[in-house]
């Protein structure tokens, strides 16, 4: 089965700083790789997703990420975050009908 | 996309006493399934509901501890029974509208704590 590793545990940033969030996952196969986020005291969003085609995926508040089969990586960047991105951050993988998520990477972002 | 609201939204039980958490979904969808997260924890999946089938339960997880119902194709329920500490945590309903797993749609999540 595949797994997912979030590197980071914690990520504290200043406003308007860039950020990466890292997500590698380990599978055989091809795979279908999700971040979602998770808002304090709400449930999760889907933020971006990769299915096929092109390995750079966006999503509308400015997040992107990009599929890396070379090094099994699909990291998340901003170039300029928001306070009101400050939340929980779950990279997920799916394989066939298997569903895996990661720890999370729980993102500050500080005045 | 779906819309998905759960009852409670958050509880303190007893040990040894059971809840049961509510999943309304505004469409109807095939695939449900009930996840467990606990306090500063990734999320696990504890069951797959189809409608008309039995639920599907994954590795650690029994019928007996977590059953959990599908009477239609908006709603589901999950009970915790007799609960322990250890039961604290978030369980958060979610739905596959299109059926393929491409897309998943989380609920707010229930939030149980065991004393």
């Known amino acids: 089965a595949q797994s997912v590793t979030q590197l980071d545990s914690q990520v504290p940033v200043f406003e308007e700083a860039p950020v990466e969030l890292r997500c590698n996952y380990s599978?055989?196969?091809?795979?279908?790789l999700f971040w979602y986020v998770q808002y304090p005291n709400q449930g999760l969003q889907l933020l971006l997703k990769?299915?096929?085609?092109?390995?750079l995926v966006k999503s509308i508040n400015g997040f992107e990420a990009e599929f890396n089969k070379s090094q099994t990586s699909f990291h998340l960047r901003k170039p300029s975050v928001h306070i009101s991105d400050t939340a929980e951050y779950f990279c997920?993988?799916?394989?066939?009908?298997?569903?895996?998520f990661g720890a999370g990477t729980r993102l500050t972002v500080k005045p | 996309s779906a819309v998905i609201s759960q009852k409670p939204s958050r509880d303190i039980c007893q040990r040894g006493t059971s809840l049961t958490i509510q999943c309304q979904v505004d469409?109807?969808?095939?695939?449900m399934f009930w996840y467990r997260q606990q306090p500063g924890q990734s999320l696990t999946l504890i069951a797959t509901?189809?409608?008309?089938?039995?639920?599907?339960?994954e590795s650690g997880f029994v019928i007996d501890k977590f059953p959990i119902s599908r009477p239609n194709l908006t709603f589901s329920t999950l009970t915790v029974s007799n609960m322990s500490p250890e039961d604290s945590s978030i369980y958060l309903c979610?739905?596959?509208?299109?059926?393929?797993?491409?897309?998943?749609?989380f609920g707010p999540g229930t939030r149980l704590t065991v004393t």
């Open positions: 990769y299915l096929s085609g092109s390995t």
């Open positions: 599978s055989s196969v091809s795979v279908y």
């Open positions: 509901a189809n409608q008309g089938s039995e639920a599907t339960y």
């Open positions: 979610s739905v596959d509208p299109t059926g393929d797993r491409y897309e998943q749609y």
């Open positions: 469409s109807q969808v095939t695939m």
């Open positions: 997920a993988v799916r394989r066939s009908n298997d569903m895996r």
